[in-house]
């Protein structure tokens, strides 16, 4: 009874196996009809996989990486300009500071000539004389006089603040009235120039103080 009963679940066992097996091979078969309306898919082009689209997320990250770079961009101009404009502000402080001045040299004169032709200074011996009255060294000095028989240029020595340098050319061969120009330049290569009018080949009407280099003109 006991063998019977195994053979029996067996059996059954077997059926549904077998039914399964039969039902998953016909789902598995396409019918015919679709057969007939399918195309060969090997004539088909393969497309192309289309580009994933960026999440919110990334759309702002990237908005925000694009501004801080266009940020850092002007930050680094307006640094640059800034460095510079500031070296260009030291650069003439230290010019301004150490900068020499050669003009022909004068002596306080207090003559009744000098009171009545109103002048409170004038070309002091014989010859000509220049001193430098600015605050730095005159390099590659150089000065050119007016006479009666023409322009003399000459070269004279590198002067200091303060010192004076006494040329040969005389007083009186002064023509009447004389231009007299003194060129000299620092030790950074800046050039300056002064030009003096001289009256009766002894007073001095005019100074004009100039950088050579630029058009502006000062005056004193």
Known sequence: MKTRTVRTALLLLTIIVSGSRSGTTQSQQPSSAARGQQTPTAAQ???APSPTAMTPYERSNLWLQTATLIVLTITLIVLAVYTGY???LAKAAVEEMSRPCVEVFQQTDQSSLAITS???SSLAGDRIAFKNIGTGAALNFRFTVQ??????SLAGPSLAPAEVFQSSVSRQ???DPATVTC???TLSGTKYRTESIVEDRRWVRSTRFEKTASKGRNYK
């Open 173 to 175: 061969s002064l023509s």
């Open 183 to 185: 060129e000299f330049e």
């Open 118 to 120: 109103g002048h409170s």
């Open 86 to 88: 500031t070296r260009t």
């Open 147 to 152: 006479t009666d028989q023409g322009k003399a």
């Open 45 to 47: 082009p393969q497309q």
